[in-house]
């Protein structure tokens, strides 16, 4: 059934050429099982798991590795059997070329399955299976990694108008969505039923850029049985117009439903909420089929002579993929993901991580090196081609000056990073890292800030509580006196009149002392304005401190004098 | 290695001056086949002048020459003096205030993207205010060959046997006589060479420059706010004030046709560095700039108001753009910033 959707357009956006044909010819294929796996503990947005397993433990096929730690984590699993060589540092798939813990198997070439079991959300409460989720480490696949478990509540109404698939796939050379769309759409529509119950949507809208007819076509397929088993037509495939950054779940959630979620706000506030086709179908493997997540499909293309989708266990090198497609002699660099957002590699040796949709293998004639930059001319080709609608060369100049008050003014923090305005900008200026530059500054500051307001707050809490002190012990002090006074009063006047007793004195000093302390402490309490920071937004902030703090590290030798 | 985007769009600062430069050929093409070669000296020394300025204050500022030398903003600099200037107009004053426009107005300012004015208005400006007798002899059509200018150019020629007031100047100036009977229709009539909309000759150069401007959009170098506000604004204006007194204010169509009107719309308001980048603030900047050169051809001392219009509004600009920020995506129900 087509039912014509009215879509809404976003502002903006460029169309670069797209080159995905090339990935497509084949479908997708088991990559080899390689000589060691290299699992990073932190996969995923939020704290980092702590280590469930030691050097030289056997582990089985999806054991867990790594067990979320924090409100905000993601669990991590074995993706083979085989026995953990080591937990050790070991280079990150991370622009900055920093290291963290990773489990190190050796695998046994037996791929021995733990026990799998499908999970019974329907029996289980909200709670329960979103436990389960986070311990089968499901978390987003378009390249967010945020864990899906905390994405799957419906909030405070307890139902959504619409849960988004997001199969647009925007970025230039990506196409693991669209042949992951081909290949298992009835799959993926599994999984995006199980969400719809848990999130009460009463419809599912899957976007697609118009560019993956084949894609469309299988999904719309999918979602026809899907429709006629439920007796009831709530999947539905929308065709959107190809232009990036349309898969930007706030841009696809624009075009679909015409609704604008503000930067820091929660789209279930607004009705939707919106998965990534692949996180859709890791849903599905692991409720319907008790599988963890250990693999994602992973596009390989760019300066390839054979570009490729593979199923990739977590933990295989890129150079092993990049070998499996012929590269051509002049690669000179490994990017994970695509050439508007993707980072760049240290080394083609980091192992496909759960964020890696694409390794894209480029060289300086595919990338070539900008030209110099030039100054800003006030164009105004940037801001034409924001999809956030954002003045990009004014940030650009706060950036620049270090006026960052400025910057966040102009909503620096609802820039997405998606290059646009990079890309169309006739001066060359590498806009988005003066962006990235601003938005780590502030953070820094804000932390700083914080942690001086702390120790302020400790410092006035502890005069506060020696002022406290002094005045308990003088009231202390004058119920004896008077108590004493009392006793000898009473001692005196015989026992014909007791007035007030020496105990009753002292227990109102002791009553004035204990208001005092209780008006004191109120006053201590101070309202934080960092306080109402989503767990994702703090996630986000520990993981940049943590690398700022790595960096810092890092960069010593290379300082003379201390920052 | 950069970082993300690895991708860019084939676009420079080179090639958007480039086509700037492309899309004012038309209307020199016309000011050549009514008015002579002259104005294609004229060109040729402003933009001799210009790169020179150009180079010495790279060099100076330590400026790598090559890169900015080539990325044409000094040419179209250039240009745009010489097309505001009197094609007869004798060459030191040509070159001097090219100087002045690339070393004052753009090199001390910071350079490329740093001026808050017109460089080229600015020249206008101080050349208007310190020779007026000079900037306001301009060649009437089919009565001076190239030789003549030529003299008029580099020799010491008696030059006033040649020129004429323009249309503006003449409506301008018959007006300010104050006799209770000229009226606009009426110095159009007496003088056998102004003719046509804007002055015989004069409008087909705006339409060069029309045409020119309406490519310009199409190649998306600029956005229809400014010109269509700008032109929008000076025919609201002069249509208003035409219909109330016909007899002392010429008609919209005149103001379009005459003068820079048509060069200011789409090449000189038009400039991304010194003028208003958000859309509403474009709209405003530019029928401001209307507003302004129609009060200064009317009321003020000059026959042409663009340039003064176009600096004054320069000056507002920061504020113009402060207020008119457009919304976010996300905040477009009136919240707050």
């Not at chain 1, 529509?189 to 599912?204: H, Q, T």
């Not at chain 1, 293309?301 to 002699?329: H, K, Q, S, W």
């Not at chain 2, 150069?205 to 020119?212: C, S, T, W």
Request: charged share 15%.
């Amino acid at each position: 059934m087509t039912v014509l959707q009215r879509l809404f357009s976003f502002n903006g956006g460029v169309k670069p050429a797209y080159n995905k044909e090339a990935s497509t010819g084949l479908p997708i294929a088991m990559a080899p099982m390689p000589a060691q796996l290299v699992i990073p503990l932190h996969q995923s947005i939020g704290g980092t798991p702590r280590p469930l397993v030691a050097a030289g433990e056997y582990v089985l096929k999806g054991q867990r590795i790594g067990g979320a730690d924090g409100d905000v984590s993601s669990a991590v699993h074995a993706s083979t059997s085989g026995t953990v060589v080591a937990v050790e540092m070991r280079l990150m798939p991370h622009t900055s070329g920093l290291s963290a813990r990773c489990v190190v198997i050796q695998p046994d070439g037996r791929e021995e399955w733990i026990p799998r079991q499908p999970f019974d959300y329907r029996g289980a409460t909200p709670e329960q299976t979103r436990d389960y989720l986070r311990d089968a480490g499901v978390v987003g696949l378009g390249g967010a990694v945020f864990p899906s478990y905390l994405k799957i509540n419906p909030g405070k109404s307890g139902k959504l108008d619409t849960l988004v698939l997001n199969g647009a796939e925007c970025e230039p050379f990506i196409t693991c969505d669209d042949v992951l769309m081909r290949e298992r759409a009835a799959s993926i529509l599994k999984g995006a039923l199980i969400m719809r119950e848990m999130l009460g949507a009463a419809r599912v809208l899957i976007g697609i850029e118009d560019n993956k007819p084949q894609a469309i076509a299988a999904m719309e397929a999918a979602a026809r049985a899907a429709n006629e088993e439920a007796g009831h037509p709530a999947m539905q495939v929308v065709a959107v117009p190809t232009r990036y950054p349309a898969g930007g779940a706030k841009q696809l959630i624009r075009v679909l439903t015409g609704i604008e979620v503000p930067h820091g706000k929660r789209s279930t506030d607004y009705g939707v909420q919106c998965f990534n086709v692949a996180t859709a179908y890791a849903i599905y493997e692991a409720i319907a089929l008790g599988q963890p997540l250990i693999s994602r499909i992973v596009t390989v293309a760019g300066n390839v002579a054979r570009a490729r989708n593979y199923e990739v266990l977590f933990g295989t090198p890129m150079r092993d993929l990049v070998d499996l497609c012929d590269p051509r002699p002049d690669s000179d660099r490994v990017i994970m993901g695509g050439p508007m957002m993707g980072l760049l590699m240290p080394a083609d040796s980091v192992p496909v991580v759960k964020a890696a949709n694409c390794v894209l293998v480029g060289s300086p004639k595919l990338f070539p090196a900008p030209p110099p930059e030039m100054p800003c001319i006030r164009c105004g080709e940037c801001a034409k081609a924001c999809p956030a609608d954002l003045q990009p060369f004014e940030l650009y100049w706060f950036s620049r000056a270090r006026i960052f008050g400025k910057a966040q003014e102009y909503h620096l923090f609802d820039c997405i990073e998606c290059g646009c305005c990079a890309y169309v900008c006739p001066s060359h200026i590498p806009l988005v890292d003066y962006y990235r530059f601003a938005k780590s500054e502030i953070w820094a500051r804000e932390t700083q800030k914080e942690a001086a307001d702390v120790a302020r707050e400790r410092y006035e809490f502890r005069l506060l509580r020696e002022e406290r002190d002094k005045q308990e012990k003088a009231a202390k002090l004058a119920a004896r006196t008077v108590a004493a006074r009392a006793t000898a009063a009473a001692a005196l006047a015989a026992a014909e009149k007791p007035v007030i007793t020496a105990a009753d004195v002292a227990k109102k000093a002791l009553i004035t002392a204990a208001l005092e302390r209780a008006r004191a402490q109120k006053a201590g309490v101070r309202q934080e304005n960092t306080g109402n920071l989503t767990p994702g937004q703090q996630a986000e902030i520990a993981a940049i401190e943590a690398r700022r703090a790595e960096i810092r590290e890092m960069a010593k030798p290379h300082l003379r004098q201390d920052d | 290695m950069n970082n993300s985007p690895y991708l860019l769009q084939p676009a420079s600062v080179q090639s958007v001056m480039l086509r700037v430069l492309i899309a004012l050929l038309p209307g020199i093409a016309a000011y050549v086949w009514f008015f002579g070669a002259g104005i294609l000296v004229q060109i040729g020394l402003a933009s001799i002048a210009a790169l020179a300025a150009e180079a010495l204050m790279l060099a100076l500022r330590g400026k790598p020459l090559q890169l900015f030398l080539g990325d044409g903003s000094a040419l179209v600099t250039a240009w745009l003096i010489a097309l505001s200037f009197p094609s007869i107009a004798p060459w030191w004053l040509t070159v001097s205030a090219t100087l002045l426009a690339i070393i004052v107005a753009k090199h001390l300012y910071g350079g490329l993207g740093q001026n808050p004015f017109n460089p080229a208005m600015v020249a206008f400006a101080l050349m208007i205010v310190a020779y007026p007798q000079l900037m306001s002899q301009w060649p009437a059509a089919g009565a001076t060959d190239f030789a003549m200018q030529w003299q008029a150019i580099f020799g010491s020629r008696m030059i006033d046997a040649i020129t004429m007031a323009t249309p503006l100047d003449a409506v301008r100036t018959a007006l300010h006589a104050a006799h209770a009977n000229t009226t606009v229709a009426g110095v159009l009539a007496a003088n056998p060479a102004i003719g046509g909309i804007g002055g015989k000759g004069w409008e087909w150069v705006a339409a060069g420059h029309l045409a020119g401007g309406l490519w310009l959009l199409r190649q998306r170098i600029i956005t229809w706010h400014m010109p269509l506000a700008f032109l929008a604004g000076l025919c609201l204006v002069a249509g208003l004030f035409n219909l109330i007194d016909g007899a002392r204010f010429a008609a919209p169509l005149f103001h379009l046709f005459s003068g820079g009107a048509m060069l200011g719309a789409f090449f000189i308001v038009t400039d991304p560095v010194s003028g208003a980048t958000t859309p509403r603030g474009k709209l405003i900047f530019a029928a401001g700039v209307a507003l302004l050169t129609w009060i200064i051809r009317s009321f003020g001392a000059y026959p042409d108001g663009i340039a003064f219009a176009v600096l004054l509004m320069n000056i507002a600009v920061p504020l113009i753009d402060m207020y008119t920020q457009p919304p976010v995506f996300g905040h477009k129900d009136g919240e707050a910033r």
